[in-house]
């Protein structure tokens, strides 16, 4: 491109100021404070060197870091010895360092310390008082700005996990004049909405841009929470006096969204696994229950061995008893008969009165010797069915003894065949014990007690 001879190019006049100061700052020593300091994969680490009134970009390449007595950290003072040049695509001076002279920490980094110090000494940071997450968080408070890439990963994280989740933003400064009293405020807002966690979080930056987290006011509202707070303050490297306090810290916004929120879908499976262990359980108990049922309706069938022939005589008593009264019904009846053909033969009025009072009072009596009758047979009835009630099994449990059974569901007669530490189930009258053996005792073959 033809610029005109007194009209300079962008790059002309670029390569001049970039002549002029490397011609009149050939080696320069500078005194400030490391601030914004990052390292990336190239290696080479990239500051800016500050002090009250003014700041300048630069740059310690990786050939030169070997020289270095420590890494260069946010926040230290240091003495820089380099040259001064040009970076012409960003058209910015910058100081390409040599060799860094350490003396002693940055204003902001000897305030963090302090401050950090002094809420350790009044019980800030006690593991004690952390409280621990819900198992199923669903209710989330946000504290970040609305516009930062912080709450964009965050959401990201959420939107991924596929669980129902209600998170509420509560959007404040995170850097400048006036943040750490937003923050402040807003944790002790957040408790009006009742969520489950409170979550504080920003992207990285430096100590500058950190410290509304560092301010005091933030650090007693974290503490005075009584909401579990969980911080994703900067980058992984970073720490703030809040990450101190909270109840749990997480290296960035997107390992606090990660940590905060359940995995839906490994929710799901581990559900899964949990309802396909209880349907195996819930078998194999019904299974168990019900070989215990045959068992018990096996030994019951004995039982009715043993008292059918009381039954078998009260049946047959019983049926002797229907025909008896059957036969005395018919005789009745025929001799009714006889007596109503001989009255409608002679037809003496008399005479059929009188027998009809005499039958009236036969079937009285008839009607007293049956009920006399089925009172006997009652009573022997009872009788039979108490003596069965007395030798059955769950009458004898009623009185007080038990069923002892082992881990293997077998039947405990013998003190010997349990160790003390074993499991035992007990049936009773009503219900079942699971107990365990402290202690045992018995005779041995001699005839004396043993225990252990």
């Not at 100061?21 to 404070?33: I, K, Y």
């Not at 310690?60 to 890494?71: I, N």
Request: with cysteine; hydrophobic share 40%.
């Amino acid at each position: 491109m033809m610029i005109g001879k007194d009209i300079k190019s962008v790059s002309e006049l670029t390569r001049d100021i970039t002549s002029l100061l490397e011609g009149s700052f050939r080696f320069v020593r500078v005194a400030g404070e490391i601030s914004g300091i990052r390292r990336p994969f190239s290696g080479h680490y990239y500051f800016v060197l500050k002090d009250d009134q003014a700041q300048i970009r630069a740059v310690l390449f990786k050939t030169q870091q070997a020289y270095l007595a420590q890494p260069p950290r946010d926040g230290q003072q240091v003495i820089c010895d380099g040259r001064i040049t040009v970076y012409g695509p960003r058209g910015e001076y910058q100081i390409i360092v040599d060799t860094i002279d350490f003396h002693g920490s940055g204003r902001l980094q000897i305030a963090f310390e302090q401050l950090k110090q002094r809420l350790k000494e009044q019980g800030y940071f006690a593991p004690e008082r952390k409280r621990s997450l819900p198992a199923i968080v669903s209710r989330i408070v946000l504290i970040t700005s609305p516009s930062g890439a912080a709450v964009h990963d965050f959401l990201t994280i959420c939107r991924k996990r596929r669980i129902a989740l209600q998170v509420q933003l509560l959007p404040v400064r995170v850097q400048g004049e006036g943040a750490a009293r937003e923050i402040s405020s807003a944790i002790r807002r957040a408790h009006d909405l009742r969520p489950d966690v409170i979550v504080l979080c920003r992207g990285g930056g430096s100590i500058e841009d950190l410290w509304a987290f560092n301010e005091e006011e933030v650090a007693r509202a974290v503490y005075q929470a009584t909401i579990p707070v969980v911080t994703g303050v900067g980058h992984e490297t970073d720490f703030t006096i809040a990450d101190f306090c909270a109840d749990i810290r997480a290296a960035t916004p997107t390992a606090a969204a990660e940590l905060v929120v359940a995995d839906g879908v490994a929710l799901g499976q581990r559900l899964a696994a949990l309802r396909q262990r209880l349907w195996r359980s819930m078998t194999w108990y019904l299974d168990s229950f019900l070989h215990r049922l045959d068992r018990v309706n096996r030994c019951l069938a004995g039982f009715e061995t043993v008292f059918g022939h009381p039954s078998l005589r009260l049946d047959q008593c019983f049926s002797r008893l229907l025909a008896a009264m059957s036969w005395r019904l018919e005789r009745y009846q025929h001799h009714g008969s006889t007596l109503a053909n001989r009255l409608r033969s002679s037809s003496p009025e008399q005479l059929v009165n009188r027998f009809q009072i005499r039958i009236e009072g036969q079937e009285k009596r008839l009607q007293r010797a049956t009920i006399q009758t089925l009172n006997d047979k009652t009573q022997q009835l009872q009788k039979a069915a108490a003596v069965l009630d007395s030798l059955s099994p769950l009458a004898t449990l009623a009185r007080g003894y038990a069923v002892v059974l082992d881990r293997r569901q077998r039947l405990v007669s013998d003190y010997a065949q349990v160790e003390p530490g074993d499991p035992l189930s007990v049936r009773l009258h009503r219900g079942r014990l699971q107990c365990r053996v402290t202690h045992r005792s018995g005779s041995d073959e001699e005839g004396e007690e043993t225990s252990d």
